[in-house]
């Protein structure tokens, strides 16, 4: 049968998962890690306001950073961290060291924090004592950085359009001149040189490319400002001096922040001398290794590299290296590598030899102390892929696989492109490599193959949204100019990004969302462009879901119509099925954070589950000891199949109902005891051949993937409904010993819903007499307080007590709690916390002597 077929867009995810190919640890771009760190550094020292106090203000320090958010500590504490605190750059009121000086504000500990005053006075007879000594030698946050249109912002957003810079010379190290920001793409610079204002000669550099240099550098280092070697016949002499003397009068309204170079790497010294021969990735065609030649000192950090050509009429092709310059090896590295080196032009002989080579022209290799670093790796390997720069179109970024990696080498394949390129060499430093989703986080245009696929040979679960909105078009702009012409540059900087949003592993999870899943996701995604986090995350808790089609359906009603959003698609799968739906997310920072409750709330977990803010060790919101009933975003709605998937294929896909398996009996012997412990379900005639409804099927299905970590979510969330059937009795039970539950009653316990309440009691109230005669008078358990109020506390400290103490710990992690602790059987202690058959047994014989005590003491 024909199939049509369609063209996809590209999708870096989709492309890994369907290919199983691996991409290369955003940790082996320092580049890229080092342009998302915030300007602020730790240790820098500011002035804080006091809360609660007119203009008296207090020095902290900088502990660390994450976005525009600082974890700041009073002078005073030490190394104390208890009073550690975070605020918000472009909220709070900071200033640099010295403002409350130059404005007539007071400098003073805040008068609530009895403690710091007392620390300092203790030592120091006044504020001005203590402060001189604590901010000798120290270093102020930059005054531009925490006022003006530069506020809060990060290191490569100080960039910004019109910025003028000094580019240093191809030919010659001791010359510069100066060129203009024309875009700035996530640190990726599009530069146009003063007075050649010309698409043509747009050059693309990275930011901490160690050519540039602040306006004025070449001035107060003494060397020359000329215009490029190989353009300067361009323009006349006047054209260039008058576009510069214009171009530094502005510039020098509002000159780019010195915090821009603050990672640039010094230069080391060179060990090469004029002669010496090396191998050296060609300048001019990045596909080859050639042979080379040392030609020119020109001082301690700089020398000058001319390609060997044997050819009389070839012009030299020469560039200028300094010692940590990307792509150049000793003599016989290729040898060595099992790479091939080209002979040089006209060399007569098809076999290259270096030792015949360098006899015959009386030369000398450099030696391997002038390349000290030519085998790192940085965590590269052959088929990871990654997003790199086409050599012959700077401005174009290929999605590329790696097809060799030998010492700090990588082959690079470029995938998309009009005309196939032979595998490109770059260095492990190269600055014109990125990781995978760099591209889309930045707004920019990726070249990629095009994909086609046969429509008819795979089944899509397709999610309908409640509006459909047309979808957002992707920026179309002409690969050889600035792409700021086709991009929105808020994409890159600004109001479109954010800082990381965490997801606190600790809070409570919901019915939804598997806490052993959660448990294994990182700590933080981000920053980066706000859709792009958002959906990252949400695919992340998508996948950690008991049933994902369930959670996309519930993430499609998180909307809002006043919010700015883009649409985008989520993906998920599930027994063999795929699910798609379409999710409106929101595009600006002053909305991630509202978004992200919405999220929660929809979910029924913490809000803080996942979102700006941080959660250590307890969660402001207690989830820990709070009623997971609270979290319930509907009181009356019932946790049933959802509607997503099944019943969106194509076709009838609707399943019979299932009949109810039985549960054999088991019987285990008990030491020095006459009688049998049978742990099973008991089923009336009239109901032991009955059919699941929808709703007690999915909790089935539900449970049967949940972790062990899942167990209080699936008694807590699920079982209330269940109760009738699942709360079997065993007919008979022996109790080893006589025991009382520790006095529990100063613990404070939230009070569950009267539905849930009412369901374990009803569940009950007809077992009561059965139960409290089957057990033993001298064994019976007495309690003093009624367990549908104990907390997971109260729980723990009573299976501590018992002969079960080892497994306390487990129901601390699942936050089983009293109403839980009675809903629990055999089948679903062995499934969800993974316990053999003895062991459950054993936990299952004391949950029973709750129980039984309950129907004596409470159920009535």
């Known amino acids: 049968m024909d199939c049509a077929e369609e063209e996809v867009d590209f999708n870096w995810e989709e492309y890994l998962e369907e290919t199983g190919a691996t991409a290369a640890p955003h940790t082996s771009f320092r580049h890229v890690e080092l342009s998302l760190q915030s300007s602020f550094q730790p240790g820098m020292k500011l002035e804080v306001a006091n809360k609660g106090s007119v203009d008296t203000y207090w020095v902290a320090t900088i502990i660390t950073t994450c976005g525009q958010l600082l974890l700041l500590r009073y002078c005073g504490y030490g190394d104390d961290r208890k009073a550690d605190f975070w605020c918000d750059v472009m909220t709070a009121e900071l200033h640099p060291v010295g403002w409350c000086a130059q404005n007539n504000k007071t400098l003073q500990p805040p008068e609530d924090n009895v403690y710091l005053r007392a620390a300092i006075k203790e030592k120091y007879s006044d504020w001005a004592e203590f402060l001189i000594k604590e901010l000798t030698g120290s270093r102020t ?24 810079l000094e580019v240093r010379d191809d030919s010659e190290p001791s010359v510069y001149w100066a060129a203009e920001v024309q875009c700035n793409v996530g640190g990726r610079l599009c530069l146009s040189y003063v007075g050649l204002n010309d698409p043509a000669h747009y050059r693309w550099m990275f930011y901490l490319d160690n050519r540039l240099r602040p306006l004025g550098w070449a001035k107060e280092n003494h060397l020359s400002m000329k215009p490029p070697t190989d353009r300067r016949d361009l323009r006349s002499s006047s054209e260039w001096t008058e576009a510069l003397d214009q171009a530094t009068d502005e510039a020098l309204n509002s000159p780019l922040p010195l915090e821009v170079f603050k990672d640039h790497a010094d230069l080391n010294t060179h060990s090469f001398r004029a002669g010496m021969k090396l191998e050296m990735v060609s300048p001019v065609e990045p596909f080859h290794i050639l042979p080379v030649s040392v030609t020119k000192i020109y001082n301690e950090y700089y020398f000058q590299i001319t390609v060997d050509d044997l050819t009389a009429e070839a012009p030299p092709t020469s560039v200028v290296c300094h010692a940590d310059s990307p792509g150049i090896l000793p003599v016989q590295w290729c040898l060595k590598n099992g790479v091939g080196l080209e002979r040089p032009r006209g060399f007569e002989s098809h076999d290259f030899d270096w030792a015949d080579y360098l006899k015959h022209g009386g030369t000398e290799a450099a030696p391997d102390v002038c390349f000290p670093n030519a085998s790192q790796s940085k965590g590269f390997c052959k088929d990871m892929w990654l997003e790199a720069v086409n050599p012959h179109q700077p401005a174009e970024l290929c999605v590329a696989r790696i097809t060799q990696v030998k010492g700090r080498l990588l ?27 760099w591209c889309e986080a930045n707004g920019y245009p990726l070249t990629h193959v095009q994909k086609t696929v046969c429509l008819p040979q795979k089944k899509i679960a397709v999610v309908q949204p409640e509006k459909q909105l047309a979808p957002s078009q992707p920026p179309d702009a002409p690969l050889n100019l600035c792409p700021s012409m086709a991009m929105d540059t808020g ?3 600004g109001k479109y990004c954010c800082s990381q949003l965490f997801i606190n592993h600790r809070c409570f999870s919901g019915p939804y969302l598997n806490k052993g899943r959660i448990a294994e996701l990182p700590k933080a995604v981000g920053p980066g462009k706000c859709a792009v986090v958002l959906k990252e995350i949400l695919t992340m808790l998508i996948n950690s879901a008991y049933k994902p089609g369930r959670v996309l359906r519930e993430l499609q009603m998180v909307e809002d119509p006043q919010w700015n959003c883009q649409e985008e698609t989520l993906k998920a799968k599930y027994k063999g099925k795929s699910y798609r739906s379409t999710m409106r997310i929101v595009r600006t920072a002053d909305q991630v954070s509202e978004f992200c409750r919405r999220v929660c709330e929809r979910l029924q977990c913490c809000q803080n589950l996942f979102g700006p803010t941080y959660v250590s060790d307890t969660c402001p919101e207690n989830c820990s000891s709070q009623t997971k009933t609270k979290y319930t975003y509907y009181k009356k709605r019932k946790v049933g199949r959802p509607s997503l998937g099944e019943n969106a294929l194509d076709g009838d896909m609707t399943k019979p109902a299932r009949r109810r398996k039985k549960r054999k009996a088991i019987f285990v012997q008990k030491k020095r005891r006459s009688s049998i412990v049978g742990y099973h379900t008991t089923e009336s005639p009239q109901d032991s051949d009955y059919y699941y409804d929808d709703e007690e099927e999915d909790f089935e299905e539900w449970g049967s993937e949940a972790s062990s970590n899942s167990l209080r979510e699936e008694a807590s969330a699920h079982s209330f409904q269940d109760a009738p059937r699942r709360g079997r009795p065993p007919r008979r039970a022996a109790l ?3 025991a009382t539950h520790p006095d529990t009653s100063d613990r404070s316990s939230p009070r569950r819903t009267t539905r849930s309440v009412s369901c374990i009691q009803n569940q009950t109230a007809n077992h009561t007499n059965t139960k409290t005669e089957s057990f033993e008078e001298e064994d019976r358990l007495v309690l003093e307080r009624n367990p549908l109020e104990w907390s997971v506390s109260d729980v723990v400290e009573f299976i501590t007590s018992t002969d079960c103490a080892s497994l306390a710990k487990i129901f601390q992690e699942q936050d089983i709690d009293g109403q839980a602790l009675l809903l629990l059987t055999l089948p679903t202690v062995q499934e969800c916390m993974d316990l053999k058959l003895g062991p459950a047994i054993k936990l299952c014989h004391q949950i029973e002597r709750v129980k039984v005590a309950f129907y004596s003491q409470y159920a009535n």
Do not use: H, Y
């Open 736 to 738: 080893q010993r006589r």
């Open 411 to 437: 082959w690079l394949q470029l995938e998309g492109l009009t005309k196939p390129l032979p595998d490109c060499i770059v260095d492990v430093e190269s600055m014109n490599i990125f990781p995978v989703g």
């Open 491 to 493: 994409l890159v900087n």
């Open 141 to 164: 946050a930059p005054a531009n950085l925490l006022e003006g249109p530069l506020k809060g912002k990060n290191t490569v957003d100080l960039i910004v359009v019109g910025c003028v």
